[in-house]
């Protein structure tokens, strides 16, 4: 099969090789997907980058990306799935040495997760890490029907999804933002410039002084004072990033005095009821056509190393998608 790999981190560029690979066989328990699209997460980039603390190569050879969407092509023992049947895939190169990044995929049937018709393969490939991510930052402590819910960066690939579905799950959104374009691509009908406003000022203002139920975070360490300023006591944090301080010092006591919740996630790690509930949440809200997408064209294949490129450089609005 044709596909994508790296032998060593480094620049794309330098590492990321098109080449071919063997066909993989789908083992007991598994599914062999024929791939049509594959997504580039910030996690993929980063990953092959050796860019976090204490990074090793977990494996010789790794096919990257953990997202994507295809067909299923062929079954192992004990699975009763339809060959041909669209799908979408999550944790496709987590923890393992393959991921999306190439024509095929064997892995977990649970993983392989059925693509509604009117959802395109480049669609379904934004559904693991963006869409789920966004889906649990909200409903990982129960229904928000009626609650306010402040986004942080709802232009980002993450924030997009969570404006959309907090409003689809009844909630109020507020969102923030960096100028009246992204504001636009964020979907949001309230919204606030964080380059020219000040934040707190505003979120409280347009609540009436009673601020939110829950934020949905992007950068914990940097927003963490306006966190504290805005959120409603006994209110939920849900943070998916830090990347402007990596290890922030936590207001322990301002925090605590106002019962608060500070729920880090990473969407990887799911226990399966949540994932099964948050999948069947999605797969209601696409065949309703009630969610859009914001897919940035990367090429194909042999197109990788500049997809990587253009998502570390942020350089983009939606998610970096490569289809054949």
């Not at 707190?200 to 949905?216: H, S, Y």
């Not at 990367?298 to 998610?319: I, N, Q, W």
């Amino acid at each position: 099969m044709k596909a994508v790999y790296y032998e060593q981190f480094g620049p794309a560029g330098d590492v990321l090789t098109v080449g071919d690979l063997p066909d993989p066989v789908p083992g007991p328990g598994e599914v062999l997907v024929r791939l049509r699209a594959s997504g580039v997460n910030p996690s993929d980039v980063k990953l092959r980058a050796g860019a976090r603390p204490g990074a090793v190569m977990p494996f010789a050879r790794v096919v990257p990306h953990s997202d994507g969407a295809g067909v299923i092509e062929a079954v192992g023992p004990g699975v009763d799935r339809a060959v041909g049947e669209r799908v979408w895939i999550w944790n496709g190169q987590w923890q393992r040495a393959q991921g999306t990044c190439a024509a095929l995929i064997a892995l977990p049937a649970d993983q392989a997760v059925p693509l509604p018709e009117g959802t395109s393969f480049a669609e379904g490939a934004c559904l693991g890490i963006p869409a789920m991510t966004a889906w649990y930052a909200l409903h990982s402590d129960g229904p928000i029907a009626g609650q306010t819910v402040l986004v942080t960066g709802g232009a980002g690939t993450v924030g997009r999804y969570a404006c959309q579905m907090a409003a689809l799950s009844g909630a109020r959104v507020i969102t923030t933002v960096s100028s009246p374009e992204k504001a636009a691509h964020s979907g949001a009908a309230e919204w606030i410039d964080y380059r020219k406003a000040n934040v707190a000022e505003a979120v409280l203002e347009m609540t009436g002084g009673q601020g939110v139920d829950r934020i949905v975070e992007v950068d914990f360490g940097a927003n963490q004072e306006v966190s504290l300023q805005v959120l409603k006591p006994g209110g939920v944090i849900a943070a998916y990033a830090s990347a402007a301080c990596m290890e922030p010092v936590l207001s322990f006591y301002p925090f605590m005095f106002r019962n608060v919740t500070l729920r880090m996630l990473i969407v990887y790690l799911l226990d399966d009821a949540m994932r099964r509930r948050g999948a069947a949440q999605v797969a209601g809200w696409l065949e309703a056509g009630a969610l859009t997408h914001a897919v940035v064209p990367g090429g194909g294949l042999e197109d990788a190393a500049a997809a990587h490129d253009l998502v570390a450089s942020g350089d983009k609005l939606g998610t970096v998608v490569l289809s054949w």
